[in-house]
């Protein structure tokens, strides 16, 4: 089978699949390798890893090219080292003069002024198996739902209105204590001895009175700790949820103003570099 720029795209995408350095005898070798998952947009988006193609200038000859030829076309190891060569050779020769000779499927072999090649990989190529379905995931797009701050605190003063509400509609009632030796039921010998309209004694009336007065002022006192707690819980939950406006202002702020800064915190000096590139 004579020896073209398609074929050798084929039998070079074929070999990268497998091998991460491909020569092509007397002009350079193609180079593959895993660049790892990065992040872009500011840290907001998470790329997947992938496989980069490039070419590096040097004279060495791993014989790849000239064993698939020969395996593909049932020929001699000599001979297919010879077509392959001098296949190559024409192809220097057009790149030299052209500038540019393209590989369908992987991309474009370049020359500068100066004969240096470089190569331009094709958007679409894929030598990456292993990555197939990765795409790149946006933070942006899972970011959960804010809500203003007047709602916030609309919702903190009805919480603590009806707590207070709900602790006035379940206060016990003050139960009347009648004390011994009171105004209890009168038995039948009290009743032989002693007039039925006799009034109540006055150290009776005395301890009745201080037993209501003392349960009302531990209820009072009660009251008035439970509010003085929920008002502090309401003063606490305000302030942190300023502090975090706040901090989250500051944040936006210098992400606008002092990008390479926020970026310095967020990442460590490896991930600062994948991201430079």
Request: charged share 30%.
């Amino acid at each position: 089978m004579p020896m073209d720029v398609d074929l050798m795209s084929k039998m070079l995408k074929e070999l990268i699949l497998d091998n991460d350095k491909v020569a092509l005898p007397g002009l350079g070798t193609f180079v593959a390798e895993i660049v790892p998952s990065s992040f872009s947009d500011r840290g907001y988006t998470i790329n997947p890893p992938y496989r980069k193609l490039y070419f590096r200038e040097n004279s060495d000859d791993d014989g790849l090219l000239a064993k698939m030829y020969s395996a593909s076309n049932d020929v001699d190891g000599y001979v297919a080292d010879r077509v392959i060569k001098d296949f190559i050779s024409e192809m220097r020769e057009v790149l030299n003069k052209h500038k540019v000779v393209v590989f369908p499927g992987l991309g474009r072999l370049r020359a500068t002024k100066e004969n240096n090649y470089f190569f331009v990989p094709d958007e679409d190529m894929d030598i990456y198996p292993e990555g197939f379905g990765l795409e790149p995931v946006s933070l942006k797009t899972h970011q959960g739902n804010w809500r203003p701050v007047s709602e916030i605190f609309e919702d903190v003063e009805i919480s603590v209105k009806t707590a207070s509400a709900q602790e006035e509609s379940t206060e016990p009632a003050v139960a009347a204590v009648v004390p011994e030796g009171g105004c209890g039921p009168e038995t039948g010998t009290d009743s032989a001895t002693e007039p039925k309209s006799e009034p109540k004694s006055e150290s009776g009336t005395e301890t009745e009175t201080e037993t209501e007065t003392e349960t009302e002022t531990e209820t009072e006192t009660e009251k008035k700790r439970n509010n003085r707690w929920l008002k502090i819980t309401a003063v606490v939950l305000v302030v942190t949820v300023l502090l975090c406006i706040v901090f989250l202002g500051v944040f936006v702020l210098l992400a606008d103003i002092a990008p390479d800064f926020i970026d310095s915190i967020l990442y460590n000096e490896a991930e600062l570099e994948i991201l430079k590139y």
